[in-house]
């Protein structure tokens, strides 16, 4: 069973920057897409970043490209969210999540595609 942590998650004031990291308990297969998504309150969750592992490929959505960068750690199985400028916009739950294989097209509208998950950390950002 793979499990996901995130870690990172605080209350910063707009323009303040975050780093959000993931662990992945155990790396079973060769190649994970792991993506970042967010939920605030009363909205839907929505992807904000994904990863290919396998060469580290990776995605951001327009939201947030040129202020969230994804990476992988040393290690092959953690992926980190490096979150600069925020905004009050940014304020929700953050989560990890990874699924066997490539990143699909449509991956920041189908988090049902992601079959592993974390528990979430929570991101605040407010004067």
């Known amino acids: 069973q793979v499990q996901l942590v995130e870690s990172g998650g605080d209350s910063v004031q707009p323009g303040g920057s975050l780093t959000l990291s993931c662990a992945v308990s155990t790396y079973i297969y060769d190649a994970l897409c792991m993506g970042w998504f967010r939920q605030a309150p009363g909205k839907e969750r929505e992807g904000v970043a994904a990863?290919?592992?396998?060469?580290?490929?990776?995605y951001t959505v327009d939201s947030v490209k040129g202020r969230f960068t994804i990476s992988q750690g040393r290690a092959k199985n953690t992926v980190h969210l490096q979150m600069n400028r925020l905004r009050p916009a940014d304020t929700a739950m953050y989560y990890c999540?990874?699924?066997?294989?490539?990143?699909?097209?449509?991956?920041?509208?189908?988090?049902?595609?992601?079959?592993?998950w974390g528990q979430g950390t929570q991101v605040t950002v407010s004067s």
């Open positions: 990863l290919y592992t396998s060469g580290g490929i990776t």
């Open positions: 999540a990874a699924s066997a294989g490539l990143c699909p097209t449509r991956w920041s509208t189908t988090p049902g595609y992601f079959a592993y």
